[in-house]
């Protein structure tokens, strides 16, 4: 490969290839949190724990407005979100603006308005900002780079940590995200209120955190879908995944999107939608307590841990029994959805 | 304003403005660290004290290789700088690339490579890491976010705590990084070897720091150069501060450039030089540290602080003994400059 895909940037296998063949030959002495949704680091005076979980994101999605959200929520709630997953509530927060001339400055202020509610709702100190102004063609509107701190408040989740017989929870329908802004893209109008599903999940998962549940991982599902999300899972921990395609929750304006373009909703990008791996015993005290959380109400177990017997696979299996491997997504997926 | 200007990114006037007229609108409950380098945060172990220092910036210099350095360099001196002037040791990091599609692979290693090489001399290490791809058009090249976390050494230092008679010391000559990109962008080819003067600053600083001397604040003259640095010290501190024109340091090639250009080197950026304001018994001290520092070997006492009897104004004095302000940069000086 000479010169970066489009595709190097879907979340999925090239993004894969892209960090593996090229950055990490540079950057694999200091990369010990690759493939994690957030790095952990200890406060000075406590050397032995992990004080912070830190996560980077930069957003360049376009359109900036949507219904559900804008770059400026969706900067906020994307990387407070990988912080959550990783079971810390987020604190702090940079941000960097890149800005294209001419940017209308009214929309500069409903940007900055939506980060401002997101960060008052996850009440988050702002520690570092930065703006940079680019001429008119060096780049499409704006782009913001958010860096959150989180507190940990409970250790040890991790791709890697996943167990054989551990139940997979997702808590909403998934594709929303992606099937708003493909439709927006693609001037597809639509008689219904299909919504990004954008929000800031840590509320959710500090409650289940606090009930002191045992978890042995939980990520969100972005980029790549939970497509992404199950083959990441089944890859960092060797095990085989397998999940019962009725039980994954998908709205009839999704599903009706997927057929007109003839995409599967398992790829569509997610903004509000993570997985819990956790041991069957505590699924359903862990249901229970989803059950009454706003963005947890339609949470649901869509599938189990295995084995590798097919070699750190996930496998799609419908009620009349049919299965087939839910691949790791792959080509241009939906680019600048995030 | 309606729309975001060119100059709103150029460090000086017209950027404040933006911060103060737009963002502060609607960050001003967040933004304890506006106009200062960096912000704080404390170990949760340990509240009272700000054990760690943080700053994020966005670089879209073009071109993206020049002499001296490149965007990957650049990408790690710039943001451990802004955390090395607060006092703080440069520990963590968090990257955030943008990369165009078609982007040269090889490119990409090149620029890979040499953040490694300055992550190694700050020795950090990564936390958290994305890659997006745009499609081709949506931004130019490659722009990269850098977070950097620092282990705070040395507490107090700011921009508001300029002392009257305090002697502003400044280690290198001035205007190198940005007179050289402003060759290289007008094609102005130079017999010499005039190189951006990227470096990191904290081994230098640490060395000053670590004998215990009384500094009251240390800068980094970037975007906007000596000029944007003195002129917000002087507005933070409430301040007049004079500068002796002849004991600032200017290479003969930066001299030359800024004459064809019709260009001020006070306004030119820098990449590897900064100020330190201290009282004047401690400077002779300071300057016989800095001398054997490879960074500082060049430094110099360049002016003093006094009451603000002009209004917090920056004032420009020359042998002959004629006075002129100094004054803020406004316009557009030289946009993707880092």
Redesign the interface.
């Known amino acids: 490969?000479?010169?970066?895909?489009?595709?190097?940037?879907n979340g999925g296998r090239e993004?894969a290839n892209?960090?593996n063949n090229?950055?990490m030959?540079?950057?694999k002495?200091?990369?010990?949190?690759?493939f994690e949704d957030?790095?952990?680091?200890?406060?000075?005076?406590?050397k032995l724990?992990n004080?912070f979980a830190?996560?980077?994101?930069?957003y360049?999605i376009?359109p900036i407005f949507f219904p559900g959200g804008d770059i400026g929520k969706l900067s906020i709630c994307g990387s407070c979100n990988?912080v959550a997953v990783s079971g810390a509530k987020p604190?702090?927060l940079?941000?960097?603006?890149?800005?294209?001339?001419?940017?209308?400055?009214?929309d500069?202020?409903k940007i900055?308005?939506s980060?401002?509610e997101e960060?008052?709702k996850n009440n988050?100190?702002?520690?570092?900002?930065?703006?940079?102004?680019?001429?008119k063609?060096?780049?499409?509107g704006v782009?913001i780079?958010s860096?959150i701190?989180g507190?940990v408040e409970y250790k040890g989740l991790s791709a890697k940590n996943l167990k054989e017989d551990d139940v997979i929870i997702l808590n909403a329908p998934i594709g929303s995200h992606g099937a708003c802004i493909y439709c927006l893209r693609n001037n597809i109008s639509l008689e219904n209120n299909l919504q990004s599903d954008c929000a800031s999940l840590w509320e959710m998962i500090e409650v289940l955190l606090k009930n002191n549940i045992e978890i042995h991982a939980i990520r969100d599902a972005t980029r790549g879908g939970i497509a992404a999300l199950l083959n990441e899972w089944a890859n960092s921990s060797k095990k085989d995944i397998y999940i019962n395609q009725n039980d994954i929750l998908i709205l009839d304006e999704v599903r009706g999107i997927c057929e007109i373009l003839g995409i599967e909703p398992y790829s569509l990008a997610n903004e509000g939608v993570c997985a819990f791996a956790l041991p069957e015993s505590k699924a359903n005290k862990a249901l229970e307590i989803l059950h009454n959380t706003n963005l947890g109400k339609d949470s649901r177990i869509i599938g189990r841990v295995c084995k590798n017997d097919l070699g750190n696979k996930v496998i799609l299996q419908n009620t009349w029994g049919t299965k087939r491997y839910l691949e790791y997504p792959e080509g241009e997926i939906l680019?600048?959805i995030c």
Do not use: W
Not at 54 to 58: E, L, R
Not at 124 to 135: E, F, G, H, I, Q
């Open positions: 490969m000479d010169r970066i895909l489009l595709s190097c940037g993004n892209l960090i090229v950055f030959k540079y950057f002495d200091f990369a010990k949190y690759a957030a790095g952990f680091f200890a406060g000075f005076s406590n724990s004080d830190i996560s980077t994101d930069s360049t376009t990988d604190m702090y940079t941000i960097s603006f890149i800005i294209e001339e001419g940017f209308l400055v009214q500069l202020e900055a308005k980060m401002s960060m008052h988050l100190t702002l520690l570092s900002a930065d703006t940079k102004v680019v001429p063609g060096s780049v499409e782009f780079n860096t701190i507190k680019p600048r």
